[in-house]
């Protein structure tokens, strides 16, 4: 059997996976990644998962992977915000090791371009991602191949949605999310509780925050707590401020959300974005774009870096 | 002599030139549309153009055209707001009676083409174009291709720039071309007038306006005339936002500011886009991206036709 290995590097675990030539896994490994070990344990991890991959008996035709940070060349880490990189070449390490052919991508980029592949649009050429988490990602494809700029393009969660306004986490004031992600969603439950309104969700709140999952969220939203749906309005009222802008700009064939927040809020909330959208979306382009919920969960990332390798051999 | 025809087909004039192998300019001419005659006294003045510069002996390889609106395949018309195309199949008509290769595209898209293909900027292959003029246009270029998505992009005028905000033209809220385009930029002066400023441009405002000259707004703001500078300084603010969320999706090589605005108030207009841009830009981002000045005015649409007939066939 040929196959590929699709490895996510993600900031707490690493999972990789084998691929046969026609899509289908094989074999997956896990592993923690040991980001705060520092950068010899969590290229000791990467190895370890592939070397583990590798005791299965295939011909390897080469690795695809994904990386949080700037990714410049499909080889070198720029930068990473979770892991302790820095302008380091992992592509090079990986082609010694390994003697095959290695491409690595930013790890929302490629997650997105999992979803894509994987959910075979026919007809798309141009899709746009959006990632809504702890943090907010961005993924764009052009002409069916992953756009990065000079290595760090797609920051869709740095879009400015209300200038001076709610500081991120980037610096900058009033980005995308410093409303809509988790962080931002959180934070803005903060501030309702501290003018004195009431929220079931206030015992995630305080001095030693228990960060809330997005089922608490969704749990709260769907009893109508009125703290939750004011700040689920809210990131809801931006994301579509955000995508509106993005369409006028890009004029899609696509969008896809994914990320816990939408994973947990579902359909819903992928129509009230539509809805929203639509106001900031000059009239003739607006019909044209669709609009999609991200399918892969946990295996996206795999997925992409499986077609990653794949595209580029 | 091998040629090509370069048409820029505006909403008041059409210019036409035939180009030789080299990229030098042979023959110009320049007609009017006619726009509110209708619609086949606009093809009757493209012809009349194209005809006139045939006189010219030379041996004709293909033509270029931008004009207003959503072009959709290179070839048809879906909508223009200045001339009346609806669906509109200007390609093939242009091949039938000329029988050489034609291709079309947006105005805006095809005359920053023009100016990052004349500029021959070493090694940049994703560049935006920012034209602040009475509206605000853009365009995308990405890996040397003019980007169009579904017909639509780069109507990079329309990023919301402040949700909620100001009127703009196209029905949205907020728009940058609500506040930095020359219209946007009329209004806001209006405004601080009502609310009892006085200003040198208050001339120009009123009942029968006469819109002022971009010269005249720039001798108002070195004049240091109260509302002059607060209306450019907002319109700055403004670009500088949507210019910061533009690196932060692109990531791109360069940027080239164009148009009547930026034209007239020059280099010092261009700085102060960037040193508000900075704010509003992840910081590993900002340093990598270029920021230049549009050069060939008037003549940027049939450079960048020609460019496009040129580099398509």
């Given at each position: 059997?040929?196959?590929?290995?699709g490895?996510?590097?993600?900031?707490?675990?690493?999972?990789?996976?084998?691929?046969?030539?026609?899509?289908?896994?094989?074999?997956?490994?896990?592993?923690?990644?040991?980001?705060?070990?520092?950068?010899?344990?969590?290229?000791?991890?990467?190895?370890?998962?592939?070397?583990?991959?590798?005791?299965?008996?295939?011909?390897?035709?080469?690795?695809?992977?994904?990386?949080?940070?700037?990714?410049?060349?499909?080889?070198?880490?720029?930068?990473?915000?979770?892991?302790?990189?820095?302008?380091?070449?992992?592509?090079?390490?990986?082609?010694?090791?390994?003697?095959?052919?290695?491409?690595?991508?930013?790890?929302?980029?490629?997650?997105?371009?999992g979803?894509?592949?994987k959910?075979?649009?026919?007809?798309?050429?141009?899709?746009?991602?959006?990632?809504?988490?702890?943090?907010?990602?961005?993924?764009?494809?052009?002409?069916?191949?992953?756009?990065?700029?000079?290595?760090?393009?797609?920051?869709?969660?740095?879009?400015?949605?209300?200038?001076?306004?709610?500081?991120?986490?980037?610096?900058?004031?009033?980005?995308?999310?410093?409303?809509?992600?988790?962080?931002?969603?959180?934070?803005?439950?903060?501030?309702?509780?501290?003018?004195?309104?009431?929220?079931?969700?206030?015992?995630?709140?305080?001095?030693?925050?228990?960060?809330?999952?997005?089922?608490?969220?969704?749990?709260?939203?769907?009893?109508?707590?009125?703290?939750?749906?004011?700040?689920?309005?809210?990131?809801?009222?931006?994301?579509?401020?955000?995508?509106?802008?993005?369409?006028?700009?890009?004029?899609?064939?696509?969008?896809?959300?994914?990320?816990?927040?939408?994973?947990?809020?579902?359909?819903?909330?992928?129509?009230?974005?539509?809805?929203?959208?639509?106001?900031?979306?000059?009239?003739?382009?607006?019909?044209?774009?669709?609009?999609?919920?991200?399918?892969l969960?946990?295996e996206a990332?795999i997925y992409g870096?499986y077609y990653?390798?794949?595209?580029?051999?």
């Amino acid at each position: 059997m040929k196959g590929y290995i699709g490895l996510d590097i993600g900031g707490t675990k690493i999972l990789g996976a084998i691929f046969d030539e026609s899509g289908k896994i094989i074999k997956k490994v896990k592993k923690k990644t040991k980001a705060q070990e520092g950068i010899e344990q969590v290229i000791k991890q990467i190895y370890k998962v592939t070397d583990e991959l590798l005791e299965e008996k295939f011909d390897l035709l080469g690795i695809g992977a994904g990386s949080p940070g700037i990714i410049l060349d499909e080889s070198v880490v720029a930068f990473s915000p979770n892991i302790p990189f820095r302008d380091f070449d992992l592509g090079k390490k990986m082609k010694q090791r390994y003697k095959v052919p290695f491409v690595l991508g930013n790890d929302v980029n490629v997650g997105m371009f999992g979803e894509w592949k994987k959910a075979n649009v026919k007809g798309a050429k141009n899709i746009l991602g959006l990632f809504i988490g702890t943090g907010i990602g961005g993924a764009i494809i052009i002409d069916k191949k992953l756009y990065t700029g000079q290595g760090g393009a797609a920051e869709l969660g740095h879009i400015v949605v209300e200038p001076g306004g709610a500081k991120c986490g980037c610096g900058s004031l009033g980005c995308l999310e410093a409303y809509s992600s988790k962080t931002g969603i959180q934070n803005a439950i903060e501030d309702f509780l501290q003018d004195g309104e009431k929220s079931v969700l206030s015992q995630h709140i305080g001095e030693n925050k228990a960060i809330f999952s997005s089922s608490d969220l969704k749990k709260a939203y769907d009893d109508k707590d009125a703290v939750a749906v004011k700040v689920m309005d809210q990131a809801v009222y931006y994301i579509g401020v955000a995508t509106g802008s993005l369409i006028n700009i890009f004029h899609p064939d696509l969008i896809i959300f994914g990320g816990g927040i939408i994973e947990a809020m579902g359909e819903p909330m992928l129509l009230a974005i539509k809805e929203e959208a639509e106001h900031h979306v000059m009239p003739t382009l607006f019909k044209d774009v669709r609009f999609d919920l991200s399918h892969l969960g946990d295996e996206a990332g795999i997925y992409g870096a499986y077609y990653l390798i794949k595209d580029n051999i």
